[in-house]
C-alpha cells in the first residue's frame, strides 16, 4: 500500500500566484486532514474532512480551500500566494475520528516556499 | 481552547545519556495524548499513546505517562542512540473529528 501520497515534495511560488497540493490515499480512510508546519511550531490544522462532500474549517482556513469528491483525494488549493503561506504541508488520514483507537496516517509533507 | 507546551529545544545528548522531553497540556475533558516522531525527509509517525489519567504508553524504549493532576505526558528513555535523533511532538486529541493539537517540536540530536 502506498499510504498518503503528497504531490509535488517541493514547489517555489511567487506572490500572487495559485496553485493545488494533492493528497491521496488509498486505504479507504474516511477522515482527512490538512496541517501547516512553521518553523519552530507545531502543526496547525487547516481544514478537514470526514467524508466524500463533507469538509470544515480548522484552525488556520484563510487564503485556502478544500474539495473533497471521492474518499480518496482531499485537495488544498491555495488562491493568491502570500509569503505567509511559506511552510510545510501536511496531509493525513484515519478510519475514524476516534484517533486513539485509529490513529493517523501522515504523508511525507509538500515544502512551499513563497517568494 | 486546547493547547500543548513543549520544553524548549533544541537538545543535543551524547549516546546512551538519559532523555526527559517535557510537555503540558491545556484542554477541556478527557483528551487522549500523543507522541509522534518525525524523521528527517518524512512525515510524522506515531510513537506511543495513553488514553486515560495514569495510563503508560511505551514503545522503542520510550515512555510517556497521562499525569491529569500535573496535566504533563513527559516523554522519557533511559539510553538514547543515534537513530534516535529526530522532532519529537506531544499531541493531545479532544473529541472532535479526530482532530490534534499539537506541541510545538523538540528537536533531537544524540551524538556517538
Known amino acids: 500500500n502506498a499510504g498518503v501520497t503528497q504531490t509535488p515534495k517541493f514547489r517555489i511560488l511567487k506572490i500572487g500566484q495559485s496553485m493545488t497540493l494533492q493528497c491521496t490515499q488509498d486505504m479507504n480512510h474516511n477522515y482527512m486532514y490538512w496541517y501547516r508546519q512553521d518553523p519552530g511550531m507545531g502543526l496547525k490544522l487547516i481544514y478537514y474532512?470526514?467524508?466524500?462532500?463533507?469538509?470544515d474549517k480548522g484552525e488556520v482556513p484563510n487564503g485556502y480551500n478544500v474539495s473533497r469528491s471521492t474518499t480518496e483525494d482531499f485537495p488544498l488549493r491555495l488562491e493568491l500566494a502570500a509569503p505567509s503561506q511559506t511552510s510545510v504541508y501536511f496531509c493525513?488520514?484515519?478510519?475514524?475520528?476516534?484517533?486513539?483507537?485509529?490513529?493517523?496516517?501522515f504523508g511525507s509533507g509538500t515544502r512551499l516556499t513563497v517568494v | 481552547g486546547d493547547s500543548v507546551t513543549q520544553m524548549e529545544g533544541p537538545v543535543t545528548l551524547s549516546e546512551e545519556a538519559f532523555l526527559t522531553i517535557n510537555c503540558t497540556y491545556t484542554a477541556t475533558g478527557y483528551p487522549s495524548l500523543f507522541w509522534y516522531v518525525q524523521y528527517p525527509g518524512e512525515g510524522l509517525q506515531l510513537l506511543l499513546k495513553?488514553?486515560?489519567?495514569?495510563d503508560k504508553g511505551s514503545n522503542k524504549g520510550f515512555e510517556a505517562t497521562y499525569r491529569k493532576e500535573t496535566t504533563s505526558f513527559h516523554l522519557e528513555k533511559g539510553s538514547v542512540q543515534v537513530s534516535d535523533s529526530a522532532v519529537y511532538f506531544c499531541?493531545?486529541?479532544?473529541?472532535?473529528?479526530?482532530?490534534?493539537?499539537f506541541g510545538q517540536g523538540t528537536i533531537l540530536t544524540v551524538h556517538p
Open positions: 499531541a493531545l486529541s479532544g473529541t472532535s473529528y479526530g482532530k490534534l493539537t
Open positions: 474532512s470526514v467524508g466524500a462532500g463533507i469538509t
Open positions: 495513553a488514553t486515560k489519567a495514569d
Open positions: 493525513a488520514s484515519s478510519y475514524s475520528g476516534q484517533i486513539p483507537n485509529y490513529g493517523y496516517t
